[in-house]
């Protein structure tokens, strides 16, 4: 099985949060690394495993970042990574696959679905073999224990609970193991 390495300068992990029960505010994360297990002939057997540095949140505005970096949000201090690992693919279509695995944030663990698909191979300009996926899940932050919130004097609440996760991954090919 081929294994892929993700390349953190091409690879993108983002998020979309309600904010003020009218607006969305969009994040992302820069610190991500991890690896693929993957073949384009046989998706069923992949596997994924991917850390996201948990500082290296980024929504646009310092103040922002510290406070979803302290102990009202990620506490990121305590709990310095976010992990996905993969449990089972599910093919759902030619280049579509429902990925299951375990999510951890904040040092919860949670199952999600990732809505996976594969975008292609090709050759880089140096000469790796790349491949690409897309992929998106909602969560609930509240599931992983991400519980900060403030009521609006006009009803509802300051930040909403479900975070839309959207991922871009490139990875350069590492290394192909033999078939046991």
Known sequence: MPIWNIDPAHTGVEFAVRHMMVSKVRGKFTGVNGTIEFDPENPTAGAVDVT???ATID??????????????FLEVEKYPTITFKSTKVEPTGENTAKVYGNLT????????VL?????????S???QTIVGFSATTKINREDFGLTWNVALEAGGWLVGKDITISLEVE??????TAAV
Do not use: C
């Open 105 to 112: 944030i904040h040092g919860v663990t949670r199952e999600v």
């Open 52 to 54: 996201i540095d948990a």
């Open 59 to 72: 929504t646009g505005v310092e103040d922002r970042d510290n406070h979803l970096r302290s102990a009202d």
């Open 125 to 127: 300009p140096y000469g």
């Open 115 to 123: 809505e996976a698909e594969y975008n292609g191979s090709g050759t």
């Open 171 to 176: 990875a350069i090919l590492a290394t192909e």
